[in-house]
């Protein structure tokens, strides 16, 4: 009770019903099969390689996640949906890569499975950033700490089918939108951007300074 407490002083759940809950849960779904779906169609020639640059990279992931969690009714529904969403988005990509594209890429599966494993966890606790206080702040500031970084190192994306000029100041602005995005409609607060920035731009340093990226998803993440 004393954790349940204090976690109800950052944010208090909203009522919902039966029917509420299953409907948001099968629209995580839904979300996740279309962006599953359309991710793997990006990924061919003939379509804009900006779509592909995107899609391949932990970013566009983790705005969406993060979206998902902050408007959930309460933080154990974040974790059923994004669970939802990443396993619907997952099982339509790799099925579509597997029986349409008759490849099996076994690392990337197992990594992204991870991910899935992983993200009910990170859900809960991204539902409290649309919260009060310090703390909600500081969870908000972990999406946008890795926008920052990934978009950063898009200076050194390897993009071959393009020129490297050509893609990558779009790739950037692409990122600083998501960024803006967060940082306008979850806070509750509109001047809490104020501490919420110079956070996530302090550890986006420490995160670029000591490459975690690529330490922990080197030769995985499209990036890097």
Known sequence: MGI????????VE??????????????????????????KLVD????HPVFDAIGGRLGIWIFVATLISVFSYSPKLAAVKICSFFVSLLTVYYLYTV?????????????WGICAV?????AYVMWYARGNGWVSSLVLSTPITVLLSEGYQLRDAYLPE????YLIPILMGIYLIMVI???????????KFLIILPISIVLSFIMIYFNVLRRLFGGLNGVL
């Open 118 to 122: 992983v993200s009910p966890v990170c």
């Open 162 to 165: 393009h020129t490297h000029y």
């Open 4 to 11: 349940h407490n204090e976690l109800s002083q950052i944010r």
């Open 99 to 111: 029986f349409a594209l008759h490849f099996v890429p076994m690392r990337e599966i197992v990594f």
């Open 181 to 191: 995005v967060l940082l306008l409609i979850v806070p509750t607060s509109r001047l």
């Open 14 to 39: 909203n009522q919902s019903t039966t029917k509420q809950k299953v409907f948001s849960i099968v629209c995580a779904i839904t979300i996740g099969v279309i962006l599953g779906l359309a991710a």
């Open 44 to 47: 061919a020639q003939g379509v």
